[in-house]
């Protein structure tokens, strides 16, 4: 192993370390925020007594 890949390794972690919890918090939101609006279109009348587009 060189010490620049020592380096960017420490770096990698470093990066994921820092920024791995944010990066669940936002996947968590997105996953919440694609279900809330399945339900909210599955709950949805048709309009005109016409199911779909």
């Not at 968590?28 to 005109?48: F, I, K, N, T, Y």
């Amino acid at each position: 192993m060189t010490i620049q890949l020592v380096g960017d390794l420490m770096m990698l972690a470093v990066t994921i370390r820092v920024f791995g919890q944010d990066a669940i918090t936002l996947l968590r939101r997105l996953a919440a925020a694609g279900v809330r609006a399945g339900v909210s279109e599955m709950s949805r009348r048709p309009h005109d007594g016409k199911e779909g587009r």
